[in-house]
């Protein structure tokens, strides 16, 4: 299962976006940190730079910030340990994206809910013995 994350342009402070399903209906609203356009040449500032567009193997794996298992994105070139995990703010990305089901101004609201949904169509694909990616755009 192969999930779509398109992106809005970036603010000064975070990068909004889209997450679609397999077949384009919106799943959630996304939240990242600032997209710098890593892919382009630009620079990245830690823990305040969105990862480069690409498509990027996810699996399910346990978070040391959340003991619990979250989505984690694999191989992403100058990032490691890159999670979909809940957030409201670009101070909470880190690299990271956060699901939500509303957008305001460099945030989103209800992220636990949001990422609820994510793991339900996670768990499907799993029991489906599907490969797992997500297309940044």
């Known amino acids: 299962m192969e999930f779509t994350l398109r992106r809005s342009p970036p603010s000064e402070k975070s990068t909004l976006g889209n997450l679609y399903l397999p077949g384009g ?24 730079t969105a990862i480069p567009r690409g498509r990027y193997e996810m699996v399910i794996a346990g978070s040391p910030r959340f003991g619990r298992p979250v989505p984690a994105l694999l191989n992403v070139p100058q990032f490691t340990g890159v999670e979909i995990h809940p957030l409201n703010t670009p101070g909470e990305t880190d690299g990271c994206i956060g699901p939500g089901m509303r957008t305001g101004i460099d945030r989103i ?14 768990a499907w694909a799993i029991s489906k013995n599907e490969k797992l990616a997500v297309n940044v755009e």
């Open 109 to 122: 609201f209800e992220s636990w809910h949001a990422l609820g949904l994510l793991l339900s169509w996670i």
């Open 25 to 48: 209906e919106l799943l959630c609203y996304t939240l990242e940190d600032c997209d710098r356009f890593l892919e382009k040449g630009g620079v990245k500032i830690p823990k305040q």
